[in-house]
């Protein structure tokens, strides 16, 4: 079983108190992840591009302690955030067993976001992952000889057990998660990077994400997941995402981006089809989700560009386009999207390398 390997009996090093920082950034899902089993294990392969602007910030400072129990305060921009320690708990409880030495610290978590908190961006895949990285950095102190693989991929898996798809956070551009039988190395314990060749074409994918609804998600990750059990529909979907991963290795390779955006409009309007189809039922999307897309699809048409669209599971549209088409494709989102955006605001984003240390 993979995950034995990140199972640690005792550490070379002793630390008493510090602080380490890590900053990391949100992914969107290409082949989107939907439905689990087991703890936090995908039911089929998905493949992200890693974002660069939209990202968390975290700040770990610890301290040993002779007290029981977890012991950690959360801070949000300066603020206490109670309604987060839940979630840290849970991850804290599950996580336990890889990282024996939590119990002994007490611990201040002081995050920020890039984005706004009420945009509807969901921070938990850049903040679980921020979160496991300033984990493993308090690992790596009192086990210096681990390996930056091991680092990595212990990170990832780490980010897994608090929010699925912040495994593919760590590292970019593109993230696999989920074993897939075309691509070695896959796993359904952590993110790996895209093994194989990728076109000039999609080098610095441009993504503008349009904030229709910045509301609380309708629905969250851990109901919707669980609308695939007995979901009539759940095992073609499998097989789609699966098959659609497939079709992405020569699209990469060859830079085909009209086949791009059919596998990807594809998938993200499957997730939303899932949703749609469970029960019980839910349309995440919004009339001005609609607007922005049939907008998309007449100026794909009209100019020719390569304008597409994917989505999470909310109301936001993520625009993909290419780095080329970057003047054109803001100067159409300006004139003709922002006006179904709350407030006319969007983010301008981009494909990135990944987390970073931020050193003091
Ligand atoms: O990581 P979770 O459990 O919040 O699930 C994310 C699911 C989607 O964002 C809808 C798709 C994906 O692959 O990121």
């Known amino acids: 079983m993979p995950e034995h390997r990140f199972i640690v009996c005792n550490y070379s090093h002793n630390l008493t108190s510090g602080a380490v920082s890590w900053q990391s950034p949100s992914n969107i899902a290409l082949v989107k992840y939907w439905g689990k089993y087991g703890e936090q294990l995908p039911m089929n392969a998905s493949i992200s591009f890693t974002l660069k602007n939209c990202n968390t910030k975290t700040v770990l400072s610890f301290k040993k302690k002779n007290t029981a129990g977890f012991d950690f305060e959360v801070f949000l921009d300066g603020k206490r955030e109670e309604s987060f320690e839940p979630k840290i708990q849970k991850f804290f409880e599950r996580v336990e067993v890889y990282l024996p030495f939590l119990k002994e610290f007490k611990f201040k978590i002081e995050t920020s976001n890039s984005f706004p908190h009420s945009s509807g961006i969901a921070s938990s895949a850049s903040g679980m992952s921020a979160l496991a990285l300033c984990l493993m950095d308090m690992e790596q102190q009192m086990q210096p000889n681990i390996t930056n693989e091991y680092f990595i991929e212990k990170a990832s898996f780490l980010a897994r057990l608090g929010s699925g798809s912040a495994c593919r956070s760590l590292e970019g551009p593109l993230i696999v998660w989920g074993e897939h039988p075309e691509i070695e190395g896959s796993s359904n314990y952590f993110g790996t990077k895209y093994p194989f060749a990728v076109h000039k074409n999609f080098e ?119 780095e080329s088409e970057k003047e054109i494709v803001l100067q159409f989102i300006n004139n003709k999207l922002s006006q179904f955006c709350k407030n006319g605001e969007y983010i301008e984003d981009e494909v990135g390398l990944g987390a970073e240390a931020i050193l003091n």
């Open 204 to 322: 610095n994918y441009q993504d503008t994400i349009l904030l229709v609804d910045k509301g609380e998600k309708q629905v969250s990750s851990t109901l919707g997941h669980d609308l695939m059990v007995d979901h009539p529909f759940a095992e073609q979907r499998f097989r789609q995402a699966k098959d659609n991963l497939s079709k992405l290795i020569p699209v990469f390779k060859n830079g085909d981006i009209s086949e791009f955006i059919k596998i990807v409009e594809s998938e993200a309007l499957s997730l939303h089809a899932m949703m749609m189809t469970s029960i019980p039922y839910f349309i995440l999307m919004k009339p001005n989700t609609l607007e922005i897309i049939n907008h998309i699809w007449k100026f794909r048409e009209i100019s020719g560009s390569n304008v597409c669209f994917t989505l999470d599971a909310g109301a936001n549209v993520h625009v993909l386009y290419p």
